[in-house]
């Protein structure tokens, strides 16, 4: 769907980064610790890792059924013992899967264990988001509203707003909403979700 192309987007980019550029990460850590010597047999050992760890997220995602549990348990087991960016991309992944089989618990915390995995402001924003949509799903609205508080970046304006108003609205705040659909329409955002808030505001009259 065209309104959510920017979170999806960016998610496929860091994917793409964090597969092909394992080696580019370990040399970054590499320069560091150079002079302290043993660097060669470091840089060596830290590849291998990011190419086995990489590797091994793709084998378990690709595996990954919603009609089979255990495929399921096996990325959840994979997020719990990886906490770096592999471990939040494999959250997202397997929490999609429990909403859609209306888990929502169960997708809520992989989330919550996906943001401490990551340092990445981007993967943090989409996250966060995808928190906050199921936060509004189970009728917590003030902490859907504190998740998209974390959200930073102009990119992520749009998403915010859309899904604030949504909300707001929960709430029964609908100048509130509206103030925030309203704020969605006037930024950078996708002429389809412009023209969803503008919807919006105009169902509130």
């Not at 906490?83 to 809520?108: E, F, H, R, W």
């Not at 003030?142 to 915010?160: N, R, Y």
Request: proline content about 1%.
């Amino acid at each position: 769907m065209e309104v959510y192309s920017n979170e999806n987007e960016q998610v496929d980019a860091l994917r793409r980064f964090f597969a092909n550029n394992g080696k580019a990460l370990a040399v970054g850590v590499i320069i560091g610790i150079a002079a302290l010597g043993g660097w060669r047999y470091w840089a060596s050992h830290e590849e291998g890792s990011s190419k086995a760890l990489s590797a091994q997220y793709q084998q378990v995602t690709t595996a990954m059924k919603a009609d089979q549990p255990a495929t399921l348990d096996a990325v959840a087991k994979f997020v719990s013992e990886n906490s770096n960016t592999y471990g939040a991309l494999a959250a997202m992944d397997v929490a999609k899967q429990y909403v859609d089989a209306n888990q929502l618990d169960k997708a809520s915390s992989l989330l919550e264990n996906g943001l401490k995995n990551t340092k990445d402001a981007n993967l943090q924003a989409v996250i966060n988001l995808r928190l906050a949509r199921i936060q509004l799903q189970q009728n917590q609205a003030d902490a859907a509203l504190k998740t998209l508080d974390a959200v930073k970046g102009d990119g992520w304006t749009a998403i915010v707003a859309d899904i604030r108003g949504e909300a707001l609205l929960s709430k029964g705040d609908k100048q509130g909403a509206r103030d925030a659909w309203s704020k969605g329409v006037e930024s950078d955002a996708s002429p389809a979700l412009k023209q969803m808030m503008q919807m919006k505001m105009n169902n509130l009259s």
